[in-house]
C-alpha cells in the first residue's frame, strides 16, 4: 500500500506561482511512476505531468507546458510540481498519484494510488 499526502496548495493571483509537493510512504518511492492530475468542478479529472522513477522521462499536457515542471526526490520520497504563470481556469484539486511500474504512466485510470488533493485556486 502507498499513502500519498499533498500539500503547497492555496490562493494566487493569476500570473502568480505556487509549489506542490507529495509526500510519500509504504512502500520503495523510486519504483513507481508518478503524477500530477487536476479536477475542476464539474469537469473531468485530466492530466497535468507524469514522471517516470528514474525522472529520466517526462510528459506534460499541452496546456501546462513551458509553464509547469514536475520532479520528484526519491531519496526524500517526494513529488513536486512547480507552476508557474497560473491562470484562474486552472483552479482545480490537484492530486498526486502513483503506480509501480518501471514505465511512465499517462492515463489518468491506470493510477491506483491517488492521495486526498490540494486544492489550488487562482483569481483574476
Known amino acids: 500500500q502507498v499513502h500519498l499526502v499533498e500539500s503547497g496548495g492555496g490562493l494566487v493571483q493569476a500570473g502568480g506561482s505556487l509549489r506542490l509537493s507529495c509526500a510519500a510512504s509504504g512502500r520503495t518511492f523510486s519504483n513507481y511512476s508518478m503524477g500530477w492530475f487536476r479536477q475542476a468542478p464539474g469537469k473531468e479529472r485530466e492530466l497535468v505531468a507524469v514522471?517516470?522513477?528514474?525522472?529520466?522521462?517526462?510528459v506534460y499536457a499541452d496546456y501546462v507546458k513551458g509553464r509547469f515542471t514536475i520532479s520528484r526526490d526519491n531519496a526524500k520520497n517526494t513529488l513536486y510540481l512547480q507552476m508557474n504563470s497560473l491562470k484562474p481556469e486552472e483552479t482545480a484539486v490537484y492530486y498526486c498519484?502513483?503506480?509501480?511500474?518501471?514505465?511512465?504512466?499517462?492515463?489518468?485510470?491506470?493510477?491506483?494510488?491517488w492521495g486526498q488533493g490540494t486544492q489550488v485556486t487562482v483569481s483574476s
Open positions: 514522471i517516470s522513477w528514474s525522472s529520466f522521462n517526462k
Open positions: 498519484a502513483a503506480k509501480k511500474t518501471n514505465t511512465i504512466i499517462e492515463k489518468t485510470d491506470e493510477y491506483n494510488y
